[in-house]
């Protein structure tokens, strides 16, 4: 296998060397991290109203367990009848 190496011309800028890249090459770059970006944004907001939900049930959750565990205790402090 044979790996192919691409000369990109440089320019001394400064104390930098920078590449010179097409403007086409920018476009389509900056595309595709627009439609990345916009997919990250999406994942996130559909994340964030899955973990508010979980949350809620969670909430509920935990209220269902103590009024089953003060249920419990109700019925256990009671008198005992033979």
Do not use: W
Request: proline content about 4%; some cysteine; glycine content about 4%.
């Amino acid at each position: 296998m044979s790996y192919a190496l691409y000369r990109v011309p440089f320019s001394f800028v400064g104390d930098f060397f920078t590449p010179f890249i097409s403007k086409s090459h920018l476009s389509s770059h900056d595309g595709c991290i627009y439609r990345n970006r916009k997919a990250l944004e999406s994942r996130s907001l559909a994340d964030d109203e899955r973990i508010t939900f979980l949350e809620t049930q969670l909430k509920e959750a935990k209220y269902i367990s103590e009024d089953a565990d003060r249920k419990y205790d109700e019925v256990n402090a009671g008198p005992l009848i033979n």
